[in-house]
């Protein structure tokens, strides 16, 4: 059994921004020599999300759009008495997810045609870390 | 460690649609071999989702409501400049999100009583693939 | 390869609850010794979920407000033609999600600094399981 780890570090120009991970994620499967396993991408931060979809512009507006609309950016959420006022960013979070298991299978990410990996920033504009860790053989 | 790995092909008749897999499931973990473990089960589409709760039909009804009142078939998606029509599928697949991860232990799937595992397609009458993937010894 | 597992029994006061589980998973993971590897932390019921986010009081207010808002308790769900009168505890489990993995680095939880996990009961008030199960090296 191996394992390998990695971690990345975002830190986008936007509050709010989707950043494709796959080519990224491709690169760490080939570092780490495993041909049969599991990948786990995770946020490690409760303001982001990681999710599997579609690569194309149109979809991701729609996205963002759905994302207001179910986990609003609000002034008066409890959480904002302690400071802060990102309280849409751990909704959004929550909605989205924070991880995916990729399925790796003869040293390939074994995804469907269309599908991507992406991390969401919900609160950027700082320093967010992911974690990249394959498990397999 | 052992690696095992099966792909479905699914055909709905209908547009959206639930197709209950436990029983299949279980037969792929049967020829598996594998006793303690994780199995993968993740849509590789991106139109479609994979969630765990209860085979009663009353539910089923109330989840597609309550997904499309959440996730709405619309016209007006950006996506849908691209020639699709299927924007409210990539959403709902969003929302139920297209995997989950079922505990093997002394060679069962580890499910409370009540949890059943389904594959919900939202854009089919095409076919459809899914991955089963069980790693663990 | 190793495999450790474990299952917890919670029995809430309330019927809408949430655990902070993580000082429990630490001590899973020292049991089983296991150094690198997934840890899942799994519902074993389709009326709870488990999630990763901030243990701060105000969001937590805020997340059960906003449940309540997306997946609403009421009457006339159709799942309640079988005597039962949770079926916004089922939808609120197909949003929240029934399970995480949490990676293990160096016989740790990797999670980010602000990282907890959290059992959420939504029909609670009687014996509810959890199974916690880390595959791993």
Redesign the interface.
Known sequence: ?K?H?EYFTFHTKKRRELVHLTPQLEEVLDRSGIV???M?V?????TAGV????N????H???WK?LEG??PFRED??????GEDN?DA??K?????????V?I?KGRL??????RVFYAEFDGQRDK?L?V?I???
């Not at 995770?42 to 409760?46: D, G, K, L, Q, R």
């Not at 979070?93 to 298991?101: A, F, G, K, N, T």
């Open positions: 059994m394992s780890t049969e396993g599991f786990l995770s946020a490690m931060h409760i999710f599997v979809n579609d194309e512009s149109g979809l507006e729609d996205i759905w179910i986990a959420y409890k959480h904002h008495r302690t309280g751990h909704l979070s929550m909605l989205v997810h924070h991880e995916v298991i399925p299978t074994d995804l469907g045609t269309w599908q870390r974690i860790k498990m397999g053989m």
